[in-house]
């Protein structure tokens, strides 16, 4: 819902074209659009209904700032501007690069062959991107025997070992002409760009004659480079009549989800192609987000731009050619318009694949927890938080908590708590005070810092653990959580829900769930969860506390000697190790140190 100042800045919106930024509480911008008539656009977040990720977006909006322009293309220039400012979390937002090496001739006096995965403009060649590393790397290897550059750190003087085997041209120890440079990068060149047959059939014969010796593990090692050459040079087949590095994007729109589809041409091969997907913040103009990937997904450090871009239709062409310095254009038939259309098959095969997924998904995460909630008789909710508490005798009380949202672990909301005070022995009298801490301390902090509560609280214990988290929640808080417990039977194994709430007329009865269901399998995986981290918690707590109170029992170390050696060595193991002069460095006088060492 949009504030009053929203309301009041929706009034003075004019219809022109120009962009929009939108800014959450702390007035952080959170999304960049453009529009061509700012007016309908901006109105439109605030006057309809919205779904998904833009519902989402338009419910952190509290407040926005425009800036008009002359004309669409200045809008899509400045928006580009805009979003590599701010970076902005609603926009479209990269990882950086593939992390796909390339095959680089050094643009140097000497010049030599590497891998790398940094494209830098110096003047260098740069081949690839290579999806498959260990071919790239076997490929390299391959022109470093047969097409020698420099292998060594150049003049030193004498002949490196790289001289002796052949594979360097002698820049170790004499100068090399440059035309016997130009002449062997010419045929590097011509390899990497797809002439290998001569390189096939020499290999071949070289692997029929070591199979004929019985040399096959030598057989082996020629039919694995020939595989990785194949992979790195050879792989795809001709599909294109001309050697135009090109990139061909297109996209595919469903349920507010795009999908974008890239193939990447190189030496007239489609050397390999990825697809991204992402839910739609503005679901007006698809194009839009589009675009804005385009020019981002060359921003990345590693990313050649090529000599041609291919987009569909409906696409600002000159605007995108302006900002990446290259020609872009919707080819309208042939070849090219083959493979446009391709990518946005491709793209719409992609997207329907991960929706079946996410569907198949869907029904262990959010319809387990569904089954849960129905089967209390309670609406859907989101997020269930679960409390376990473990000691030893009573030593070292600590409680976790874990989060599961939509059927699925949150482990950035999980807690630890250290529990304070001495716990009870006697008819689960620690229990009932564990609980009641850190139900206290969890629920009143979340109130204190107007944080959204749970939707259901699901205890690891029968009614004590139930009737202590109703008390403080209800009596204390004035909360109306509701609260079940997970129930074991007589061998250990949880097979029931214990609800009700009797302080409000609702009595507690035992529910069984379905053990062949998924909401049964998602509560026994929440019970394992939060006591898998809440005895992780306890053993380090308590094996961090056993080690202070054996140091504290030794003469002469109080506790801020005792935290020098904890901060320094860790454990009881390498205080004892350490030697006289070690201990002594972490702070202690010398008598210190020989008294530790003497007693331990």
Known sequence: MATQLIENKLKLLPAKPGCYLMKDVNGKVIYVGKSKNLRSRVRSYFKSTQVGRRAELVENIRDYDIITVSTDKEAFLLEVTLIKKYQPYYNVQLKQGTGYPYIEITNERDPQTKLT???RKDGGYYFGPYPNVYAAQATLKFIQKVFPLRRCHGKQGRPCLYYHMGQCLGACFKTVPKSVYEAQIKKIKSFLNGDIGWVKKDLNQKMAVASKNLEFERAAEIRDQLNYIEETVEKQKIIS???????IFNFYVDKSWIAIQIFFLRQAKLLRSETRMYPLTDTNDPEDTFSSFIVQFYGQRNRIVPKEVLVPAKIDNEALSEVLHVPVRTPKRGQKRSLLNMAKDNAKLKLDEKFRLLE????????AQKEIFDSLGLPYGHVIESFDHSHI??????????????????KNSYRKYKLKGEVEHQNGGDEVRNTREVVRRRYSRLLKEHKPMPDLILMDGG??????????????????????????????????????????????????LDPKSQGFYLMTRIQDEVHRFAITFHRRTHAKNALSSKLDAIKGIGPKSR?????????????????IDELRSAGLTLPQAQTVKLTL
């Open 117 to 119: 995965s940094i494209i």
């Open 563 to 579: 935290n020098k050696l904890l901060r320094q060595f860790g454990s009881l193991k390498k205080i004892k190790e350490a030697s």
């Open 393 to 410: 005798q009573g030593a070292d009380p600590v409680s976790a908590l874990v989060v599961f949202k939509d059927g699925e672990p949150d």
């Open 463 to 512: 009614q004590i653990q139930v009737d202590a988290c109703e008390d403080i929640l209800r009596n204390e808080l004035n909360l109306n959580i509701p609260v079940a417990g997970m129930v074991k039977d007589n061998k250990h194994r949880t097979n029931h829900l214990l609800y009700g709430d009797p302080i409000n007329g609702i009595p507690l009865k035992l529910i069984p």
């Open 241 to 247: 009549h001309d050697n135009t590095q090109r990139d």
């Open 360 to 367: 198949l998904g869907n029904r262990k995460t959010k319809g």
